[in-house]
T-cell receptor, first 113, second 118 residues
Framework: KQEVTQIPAALSVPEGENLVLNCSFT??????LQWFRQDPGKGLTSLLL?????REQTSGRLNASLDKSSGRSTLYIAASQPGDSATYLC????????????FGKGITLSVRP | NAGVTQTPKFRVLKTGQSMTLLCAQD?????MYWYRQDPGMGLRLIHY???????AKGEVPDGYNVSRLKKQNFLLGLESAAPSQTSVYFC?????????????????FGPGTRLTVL
């Protein structure tokens, strides 16, 4: 079964720390991998999309990497701020007929002032 | 440019009642999706549409119906609500494109509808 796993489920760090959020997936045959942010009571906001042929994408303080051979992606957040507190979801678009995004359950991040 | 909007934002139903959730997008996207999000279960795809007049089943379609009569709208119906359908429902849209390097299909989400079935 094609799955996406995010561990740990929750993370608490002090402000200013650089941190890495992990995502693992079970099949290297993918179109792309996406990272989303979800604030409490809100919808999901797309942060970064990494195509299958790419190794990383960057947006501001965020950097996402992709290693298909090992089935892993990381989201790196530099100099974390309390405003970064949210749930971060990883989603993989596996290849195959009629395939759609498969979501991980997310990592809830709390950045302490 | 409102993006993806959903109505209503909250709703409480009694078991057996019916309702329709409306999703609208103003980005001219071909693809639209309905998800439900439950604690410990993550996001699960209910139904989706790859264009006006087309719909398809997702991972958890039972108890739901959908219609895509206009490109910008995607309706999710519950004919006879059950307590197991208590959830937060999200609509999303995307415009998949094959570009150099592969497929890009960023999904844009609405704010969600919180549904409680008593």
């Amino acid at each position: 079964k094609q799955e996406v796993t995010q561990i740990p489920a929750a993370l608490s760090v002090p402000e200013g720390e650089n941190l890495v959020l992990n995502c693992s997936f079970t099949d290297s045959a993918i179109y792309n991998l996406q990272w989303f942010r979800q604030d409490p009571g809100k919808g999901l906001t797309s942060l970064l999309l990494i195509q299958s042929s790419q190794r990383e994408q960057t947006s501001g303080r965020l950097n996402a990497s992709l290693d298909k051979s090992s089935g892993r992606s990381t989201l790196y957040i530099a100099a974390s701020q309390p405003g970064d507190s949210a749930t971060y979801l990883c989603a993989v678009h596996y290849t195959g007929a009629n395939s759609k995004l498969t979501f991980g359950k997310g990592i809830t991040l709390s950045v302490r002032p | 440019n409102a993006g993806v909007t959903q109505t209503p934002k909250f709703r409480v139903l009694k078991t057996g009642q019916s309702m329709t959730l409306l999703c609208a997008q103003d980005m001219n996207h071909e693809y639209m999706y309905w998800y439900r999000q439950d604690p410990g279960m993550g996001l699960r795809l209910i139904h989706y549409s790859v264009g006006e007049g087309t719909t398809a089943k997702g991972e958890v379609p039972d108890g739901y119906n959908v219609s895509r009569l206009k490109k910008q709208n995607f309706l999710l119906g519950l004919e006879s609500a059950a307590p197991s359908q208590t959830s937060v429902y999200f609509c999303a849209s995307s415009q998949p494109q094959f570009v150099s390097g592969g497929l890009t299909d960023t999904q844009y989400f609405g704010p969600g509808t919180r549904l409680t079935v008593l």
